[in-house]
């Protein structure tokens, strides 16, 4: 798994730290000792019922069972395989609807069942969802990834709106969005401002993209994965320093990275890799 520092040193954000990734991991655990804990249970429960109808019959049940728990050990291992390698095992976009559609209820129930706060699981999903972006999403041109912002981003003191359209941005760098807007500039990706889940539906429906990334806090982006699957969507969480929704901030070189990873190798032209190496 990745350290909790880069490679300057620095700490990464909290959807990379090993605290998020081992919360999964925990919870994933947890939930394959009680499936084997309940078709135990099923299965012992009407043993004495079922061995007068048919002597043979717990032991088909048993069967059945031990296939359905199988099942969930195969998967919870491939899913784990897929988490710590970063590479691409079996049918991972099939396997990230598991996690999205699945998994993630199930492990809020047990998290919030052993004391674990909703946040931390939030941030557990966002990672391993992550995870499985970069194993799947496959490379794609600018005009196809689309950067989705939170209007949290923009200075709340600004008297020019950028929700729906972030060229109205004057660039007077009190806040991120001049430096996200020279981002969207320089590889050509389209990125959008919404003030919510039902405006940021609006604009994926509208641009088609086949790859998101996402700036916003834990809930939002829990749910904004959950929206737009089966859409690839990579989760960035924003920095709150006035607290939620007010004048956050966005580690702009992650973002860049992001970028840099889904887009074709044939599209980083000259002059935007040689802007990257300045932030690097």
């Not at 249970?41 to 296939?67: F, K, T």
């Not at 998290?111 to 999403?137: H, M, P, Q, T, Y």
């Not at 359209?165 to 004057?170: A, T």
């Amino acid at each position: 798994m990745e350290d909790d520092v880069n490679a300057k040193g620095q700490k990464k954000p909290e959807e990379f730290k090993r605290p998020a990734i081992k919360t999964f991991v925990l919870l994933l655990l947890l939930s394959c000792v009680v499936t084997i804990g309940i078709s135990f249970l099923v299965w012992w429960v009407p043993y004495v019922g079922l061995a007068n109808i048919q002597p043979n019959l717990p032991w088909i049940l048993a069967s059945v069972l031990a296939c359905v728990v199988l099942y969930v050990i195969g998967g919870a291992l491939t899913l784990l395989l897929t988490v710590i390698t970063g590479k691409n095992f079996f049918f991972s976009k099939r396997m990230r609807g598991m996690v999205i559609k699945v998994l993630f209820p199930i492990l809020v129930v047990l998290g919030r069942c052993i004391g674990i706060k909703k946040e931390d699981v939030w941030r557990s999903f966002i990672a391993v969802n992550n995870k499985l972006v970069r194993a799947e999403a496959k490379k794609v041109s600018p005009e196809r990834l689309l950067v989705l912002l939170p209007h949290c981003l923009q200075n709340h003191n600004c008297k020019f709106r950028i929700t729906g359209n972030i060229e109205n941005c004057r660039k007077c760098g009190k806040c991120k969005i001049k430096d996200l807007l020279e981002l969207s500039h320089r590889y050509g990706v389209p990125m959008a401002v919404a003030t919510g889940g039902t405006l940021a539906r609006k604009i994926v429906k509208e641009t088609r993209p086949e790859v998101i990334i996402g700036v916003a806090c834990e809930r939002d982006l829990t749910s904004g994965i959950q929206d737009t699957y089966p859409i690839p969507a990579f989760g960035i969480l924003n920095i709150r320093p006035f607290g939620p929704c007010y004048d956050t901030d966005v580690d702009v070189e992650m973002l860049e990275e992001a970028i840099r990873h889904f887009l074709k190798p044939e599209t980083l032209t000259s002059d935007n890799a040689s802007a990257h190496k300045q932030v690097v």
